[in-house]
């Protein structure tokens, strides 16, 4: 048998509404102190003191939403670049010929195309 807990027992992400965030950063912005804004628009000071202090860092007051999901890329950006070089001046290559030639000859070959303006 399973059990759950009632939706009023569950720990639920508290969101605040965004013209209140609005509202708190403007207040913040006028230079009001937490404990004030917490009085006039009913939000805990630690919230306030939590998106001011991602004002200071960020310049929003939620943080960016940096996370990659998935297993790590095979190929860097540089490395994506360079087998794209090498592709565009031969055509086509085998699977077998990209994993074991391109790897050599593209720090030479990416830097002849960038030199002479590809």
């Known amino acids: 048998m399973t059990h759950s807990l009632?939706?009023?027992h569950a720990r639920l992400p508290q969101t605040h509404p965004p013209d209140r965030m609005a509202q708190?950063?403007?207040f913040l912005m006028l230079g009001w102190r937490p404990e004030a804004i917490s009085r006039e628009i009913f939000i805990p000071v630690r919230t306030i003191r939590r998106w001011?202090?991602?004002l200071l860092r960020y310049g929003s007051p939620l943080p960016p939403r940096n996370r990659t999901f998935g297993r790590p890329r095979k190929l860097t950006r540089a490395d994506e670049d360079a087998l794209f070089d090498i592709l565009a001046i031969d055509g086509w290559m085998m699977h077998d010929e990209m994993a074991s030639g391109?790897?050599?000859s593209a720090v030479s070959l990416s830097l002849g195309?960038?030199?002479a303006g590809f």
Do not use: I
């Open 113 to 115: 195309l960038r030199y």
């Open 52 to 54: 001011e202090s991602n």
């Open 102 to 104: 391109w790897q050599s």
């Open 6 to 8: 009632p939706l009023s």
């Open 24 to 26: 708190c950063v403007r």
